[in-house]
C-alpha cells in the first residue's frame, strides 16, 4: 500500500530547511505554509535563485543590499532587523551595515534612512549622546 505524504508534515519540514538555509522565517512565512504551501514554495524558489543560492555575490554583501533595500521600501522593523542578525551572524560588523544603511541618505533621504538606523540602533544597542544644554524632545511630545 502506497503510504500519502502528511501535508502538514511536509510544510514543518520545508519552513525548518527555511531556518537552516536564511536563519529566519518570516511570518508570512508561517502562514503561507499552512495556506497555500505550493505558493510559498514556487516564491521561496525565485528568493532561492536571487539569495540564498550562492553565486557571485557573497552572503554577507546580498545581506548589506537586502538591509538598504528594505530600509529605503520602509518595510517592517521585524524584516530589516532578521536581515541585520544574519549579517552580523556572517561576521559583518555593525560600522559596515551602517554605512550600508547610509546609503539610503542621498538616495532616499532622511525620513527613510531613519526607519532602518532605528531598526539597526535597537539590534546593535547603540547609545546615544545625549545634549548637555536644554533642547525640545520631540520623543515626549
Do not use: C
Not at 528568493?47 to 543590499?65: F, G, H, N, P
Amino acid at each position: 500500500m502506497t503510504q500519502i505524504p502528511d501535508p502538514k508534515a511536509e510544510a514543518q519540514a520545508y519552513i525548518d530547511e527555511m531556518v537552516r538555509v536564511r536563519g529566519y522565517v518570516l511570518p508570512y512565512h508561517k502562514l503561507m505554509a499552512g495556506a497555500d504551501f505550493p505558493v510559498l514554495k514556487a516564491a521561496n524558489q525565485m528568493v532561492a535563485a536571487a539569495y540564498t543560492d550562492q553565486r557571485r555575490l557573497s552572503r554577507a554583501t546580498k545581506e548589506l543590499i537586502f538591509i538598504t533595500s528594505l530600509t529605503v521600501l520602509r518595510a517592517a522593523p521585524g524584516h530589516i532587523e532578521s536581515h541585520i542578525r544574519v549579517a552580523l551572524d556572517l561576521g559583518v560588523s555593525p560600522e559596515e551595515i551602517l554605512e550600508a544603511l547610509e546609503i539610503a541618505l542621498p538616495e532616499a533621504g532622511v525620513v527613510a534612512f531613519q526607519h532602518g538606523f532605528e531598526v539597526w540602533a535597537k539590534v546593535v544597542g547603540a547609545k546615544p549622546l545625549e545634549p548637555s544644554v536644554p533642547t525640545h524632545d520631540p520623543s515626549q511630545a
